[in-house]
């Protein structure tokens, strides 16, 4: 099943926008499977960022991303990875759409408030680096029948 890695970045845990971001996904009906506040270490940080490295913005990057703690958030679903990123919109706040997350509450290129994973190979990566195996919830969500259309849906995992 389709998995994706969001963060709520240090900028969005200091301006207090955690619940608003959770609820932008809980309102689009994703289905969560793990959820932490957490402080990233410099070792963490530059394993998820290894593509950017070398980049001129990737040392701030990294100061930013360990700066103040995160929230991260496994959700899984058909689709789940293209969702999210959609959700977010463009990568600078300044670019953004309204109505998308960074478009609404971001004015900024590099505080952006949010990361999802670009791919389903990453989304796959990332979740299993951000969470231990025991962090991530499996669970029957009785709603999801008014969430997804049976043709949504992949085949139940056996
Ligand atoms: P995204 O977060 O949309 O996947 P990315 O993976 O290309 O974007 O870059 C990771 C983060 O690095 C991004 O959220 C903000 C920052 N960043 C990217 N390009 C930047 C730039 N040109 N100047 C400053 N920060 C940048
Ligand atoms: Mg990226």
Aim: proline content about 5%; aromatic content about 8%.
């Amino acid at each position: 099943m389709e998995r994706t890695l969001v963060l709520v970045k240090p900028d969005g845990v200091q301006r207090a926008l955690v619940g608003r971001i959770i609820a932008r996904f809980e309102e689009k009906g994703l289905r969560l499977i793990g959820l932490k506040l957490m402080a990233v270490s410099r070792a963490l940080a530059e394993t998820h960022y290894k593509d950017l490295a070398g980049k001129p913005f990737y040392p701030g990057l990294i100061k930013f991303i360990t700066s103040a703690p995160v929230v991260a958030m496994a959700f899984e679903g058909p689709g789940v990875v293209a969702v999210v990123r959609k959700m977010l919109g463009a990568t600078f706040g300044t670019a953004a759409e309204p109505g998308t997350i960074r478009g609404d509450f971001s004015t900024s290129r590099g505080l952006n408030l949010t990361h999802g994973s670009d791919s389903v190979e990453s989304g796959a990566r990332e979740v299993a680096l951000w969470f231990k195996t025991e962090e991530l919830v499996a669970w029957e969500r009785t709603l999801d029948g008014w969430v997804y259309n049976t043709e949504d849906r992949e085949p139940p995992k056996k």
